[in-house]
């Protein structure tokens, strides 16, 4: 990438993460161009859709989740460190308004969009911590990760509906877990 390409698509990516904090994930995408000083056919040369930006904005935090998940691994209780990762990928999923709906909306069947692709990953880091648990005997072996990751978006997204309850969505999740035991 040229040099004034890359930095479009750096103050691209910095203003789409501004807009998308303080207005949503449905922000206006003529509002995140003309914050970066560039036009809206720049954005779309670099993004080709909202998912796309989306993925974008989003590789850091996913990337973070992907080394905790790592790390979880070896802790010495696999239930507790699913718990605590998927407690993690619901604070990620409330950080910006509207990305839970987005991210159970790409999960589901057949969705090609980045923002789905950018799950296969995250897919893959719950299964190992869901695997291990199970394995453990502390999780029904009936769960699978894409229905707890769907579950996690759903309780981020009940967060962002009830502003007033801050503590709704780890009660939430406390709850669906505790249905996880054998």
């Given at each position: 990438?040229?040099?004034?390409?890359?930095?479009?698509?750096?103050?691209?990516?910095?203003?789409?993460?501004?807009?998308?904090?303080?207005?949503?994930?449905?922000?206006?995408?003529e509002d995140v161009a003309r914050r970066a000083?560039?036009?809206?056919?720049?954005?779309?040369?670099?993004?080709?859709?909202?998912?796309?930006?989306?993925?974008?904005?989003?590789?850091?935090?996913?990337?973070?989740?992907?080394?905790?998940?790592?790390?979880?691994?070896?802790?010495?209780?696999?239930?507790?460190?699913?718990?605590?990762?998927?407690?993690?990928?619901?604070?990620?999923?409330?950080?910006?308004?509207?990305?839970?709906?987005?991210?159970?909306?790409?999960?589901?069947?057949?969705?090609?969009?980045?923002?789905?692709?950018?799950?296969?990953?995250?897919?893959?880091?719950?299964?190992?911590?869901?695997?291990?648990?199970?394995?453990?005997?502390?999780?029904?072996?009936?769960?699978?990760?894409?229905?707890?990751?769907?579950?996690?978006?759903?309780?981020?997204?009940?967060?962002?509906?009830?502003?007033?309850?801050?503590?709704?969505?780890?009660?939430?999740?406390?709850?669906?877990?505790?249905?996880?035991?054998?």
């Amino acid at each position: 990438m040229r040099a004034d390409a890359r930095r479009n698509h750096d103050r691209l990516l910095a203003e789409a993460r501004t807009v998308f904090a303080e207005h949503g994930t449905d922000a206006s995408l003529e509002d995140v161009a003309r914050r970066a000083g560039v036009g809206i056919g720049t954005l779309y040369r670099h993004f080709p859709n909202r998912h796309a930006l989306m993925s974008a904005v989003f590789e850091d935090a996913v990337d973070e989740l992907l080394a905790r998940a790592r790390d979880l691994r070896a802790a010495p209780d696999p239930c507790r460190a699913l718990l605590t990762w998927l407690r993690e990928v619901v604070t990620h999923a409330a950080a910006y308004r509207g990305l839970s709906r987005a991210l159970m909306s790409a999960s589901s069947a057949g969705s090609a969009s980045a923002l789905s692709r950018c799950g296969t990953p995250m897919r893959e880091a719950g299964t190992a911590l869901l695997t291990r648990a199970q394995e453990a005997g502390t999780v029904r072996t009936d769960v699978e990760i894409g229905d707890l990751l769907q579950l996690t978006h759903a309780i981020a997204l009940a967060g962002e509906e009830s502003p007033g309850d801050p503590d709704l969505a780890d009660r939430l999740l406390t709850l669906t877990l505790r249905g996880l035991k054998p």
